[in-house]
């Protein structure tokens, strides 16, 4: 096993890969931009080296700087989390011609399912079943209006080098094209700096369903059964969950042959997602992720497996801990993601310092996050602040138990998706099971009406005590502002430590 | 005191009253029994309301305060008498027209229309890009396009006026 591996990310899932690898006996370098210099990676790793910069294209995109800071700190491996460079094959190549261990599949696997249209191509020949559509990229409107004939309506844009939602754009009659063309090439260029865009057949009410797999350099390979993701919004997803209520062990077991079968045709190995398109007992292809995603924890809570060491293993060159047999389901996990965003407010994003932060607890209750009183959110990084997770037995007592967890979370300072999760999770529809992608987006979400007279006498009594003090303290609110400005200053604190090469 | 408050489109009137300490509170009339505590100066409060606990945070100013109440969020507008009578005034001054606003902050990825140009409701003036998603900003009724106040590839803070509408006469 390693002695030290360096972390290419920032946020919660650094912070994930540090605690696995704290507990196997791994020393973690963090990297860190000028925005990052308190966050809670730098000061829980074992060494944290400056990447310097702000925005992703000078610190956590710069894969110069970070080869410099493994170099300069003998890590013997990269683990890039997700988003970044975790999906980069240069990188990875990269980081093997530099003599260190790529945390992540081989460069040619992430070049092929990287890519929409040699994914398709290559899952064809694997016998993988896809959504009818082109194979080739579109050149311009007039040929995609022209293509989109073929295919049939509703047609799906999408960017060949894509992923997370971006640059993809429904077209549902020919007169929409123009308009959704130009945006999505807009979104893929300024995305991915490439704005090829291909079309396919848009089904339109499908769950998202998704099987995580694991493969080592010895040949072997293991599904961890499936990850429900179809409340989703924009295709970004708020609510996971493991298993889908809706798979028979049949069809749990087909899929899981599908995605190894992927997994071999292009010489997987480390942790991936083969995600589908589900509708009506039938399932779709639609990509695979070359990386730990960010819903990995719902089925680390019911298989019991950490994918973070397996991760770290498989890089180390030895073998999987686990066997296909080994592996049951047990009971029932769902994860919401806490993303700094105004859900009642069309999900506007929101900005602000976390200045009351309230944790849940409580059994089978696990929270995955990089939050810290006094922590700025700004619009340099992704929204996602971080993942609440529950466990339960069953379906239900999972969602009461999301519930109640949410009901004691507070994150003051910024909106967050929590009221959105909320709302989800108290539907009929969501605790019946009956979902599909669109279901979010169906949703209005306001608060209930029950509390109203509480909430308004609250703010009443709020503004009341708020203009008396002020009307006797005139200088209580500059004051306020001063003790504000010390607090951000004295967090510099664990900063300037660790760049005197101490520990904190 | 009488305050208007505003909840995503629920309205309220509070009657406060404090006299040598005692609190009088109505909310649409009825009287309401409530005990505030505050229970840190970050924002946290503990309320007794009708024999039940329930701890609030609300943040904010006197007039818009966020409220989070067992996992639900409230965004709340409060306005007295006056304050009122001042905003009903404002937004009948700016007519059919007005400022359009950055409702959050980001890049100006183009600019659809030009100054003098006529538009409906609906019609596209500007992408504004935000974490990484293109949005069309649209008109929000018929008029035309008075002033054009940024331009592509300009970082716009939220809340920023973007372009002048002119309403239709």
Request: glycine residues 10%.
């Amino acid at each position: 096993m390693f002695k030290r591996i360096l972390i290419a990310n920032r946020g919660e899932i650094a912070l994930r890969v540090i605690r696995t690898a704290r507990e196997m006996g791994v020393e973690c370098v963090a990297v860190y931009s000028d925005v990052d210099d308190c966050a809670l990676h730098t000061r829980m790793a074992h060494v944290a080296v400056p990447l310097h910069g702000v925005t992703p294209a000078e610190s956590y995109l710069d894969m110069d700087k970070i080869l410099k800071a493994a170099a300069e700190t003998g890590a013997e491996a990269i683990h890039p989390g997700y988003g970044f460079l975790s999906e980069n094959a240069e990188f990875a190549r990269r980081v093997k011609a530099a003599g260190l261990a790529w945390i992540g599949p081989p460069a040619e696997a992430i070049t092929v399912m990287g890519d929409k249209i040699e994914s398709r191509r290559a899952m064809a020949k694997a016998n993988v079943p896809c959504v009818p559509g082109l194979t080739d990229p579109v050149d311009d409107v007039a040929a995609a209006v022209k293509d989109a004939e073929g295919i049939g309506y509703p047609i799906a844009i999408k960017a060949a080098a894509g992923g997370g939602g971006k640059g993809i754009r429904i077209v549902r009659d020919p007169s929409e094209m123009e308009s959704a063309f130009r945006q999505a090439s807009g979104e893929a260029v300024s995305a991915f700096g490439d704005g090829r865009l291909y079309l396919e057949r848009y089904i339109d009410n499908p769950r998202h369903v998704e099987i995580q797999v694991m493969c080592d350099s010895h040949g072997n390979r293991v599904h961890l059964f499936e990850r429900e993701c179809s409340i989703q919004r924009r295709h970004q997803k708020l609510v996971e969950e493991a298993p889908c209520c809706v798979l028979t062990d049949q069809m749990r077991q087909d899929m899981g042959e599908v995605a190894l079968r992927a997994a071999e045709h292009v010489n997987y190995e480390g942790a991936g997602t083969v995600e589908f398109l589900w509708e009506k007992g039938e399932f779709f292809f639609l990509e695979m992720n070359t990386r730990l995603q960010v819903e990995h924890p719902v089925t680390e809570m019911i298989t019991g497996v950490d994918l973070v060491r397996e991760q770290l293993l498989v890089a180390a060159g030895e073998k999987l801990s686990i066997t296909q047999d080994e592996l049951k389901i047990h009971g029932h996990a769902i994860e919401v993601r806490i993303n700094a965003e105004d859900a009642t407010q069309g999900y506007l994003p929101s900005v602000g310092i976390l200045h009351n932060l309230r944790a849940p607890g409580g059994p089978w209750v696990r929270l995955d996050t990089a939050m810290y009183r006094h922590m700025e959110v700004g619009l340099t990084y992704d929204p996602m602040l971080g993942k609440l997770i529950v466990w339960g037995p069953d379906r239900i007592s999972a969602i009461e138990r999301m519930k109640r967890a949410i009901a004691e979370m507070n994150v003051g300072g910024v909106r967050t998706s929590m009221p959105a999760a909320l709302t989800v999770l108290e539907h009929p529809r969501f605790v019946s099971g009956d979902i599909d992608t669109h279901f979010l987006e169906s949703l209005t979400i306001e608060p209930p009406k029950e509390h109203d007279i509480l909430v308004a006498a609250a703010c009443a009594i709020y503004r009341h005590n708020k203009a008396k003090r002020s009307a006797m303290d005139p200088e209580a609110s500059s004051r306020e502002e001063w003790k504000e400005r010390g607090r951000r200053e004295r967090s510099g604190y664990a900063r300037r430590l660790m760049e005197r090469g101490g520990q904190v | 005191m009488k305050l208007f408050v505003d909840m995503h489109g629920r309205e309220y009137e509070v009657d406060l009253i404090e006299r040598a300490g005692q609190r009088e509170l109505r909310v649409d009339g009825k009287v309401v029994d409530l005990d505030f505590r505050e229970a840190d100066t970050l924002g946290q409060f503990i309320v007794m309301m009708d024999g039940q606990s329930y701890g609030l945070s609300i943040e904010g100013d006197t007039h818009e305060t966020h409220v989070t109440l067992a996992g639900h969020s409230y965004a709340v507008h409060m306005e007295d008498d006056r304050e009122r009578a001042a905003n009903l005034a404002a937004k009948e001054a700016a007519g059919g027209g007005g400022p359009v606003e950055a409702v959050m902050p980001g890049i100006v990825v183009e600019v659809l229309v030009e100054e003098g140009q006529a538009v409906e409701e609906g019609t596209p003036l500007l992408i504004l890009e935000a974490m990484k998603m293109q949005n069309e900003i649209k008109a929000p009724g018929p008029g035309s396009v008075a002033e054009v106040r940024v331009s592509a590839g300009q970082t716009v803070a939220g809340g920023a006026v973007l372009m002048v509408l002119k309403g239709e006469d």
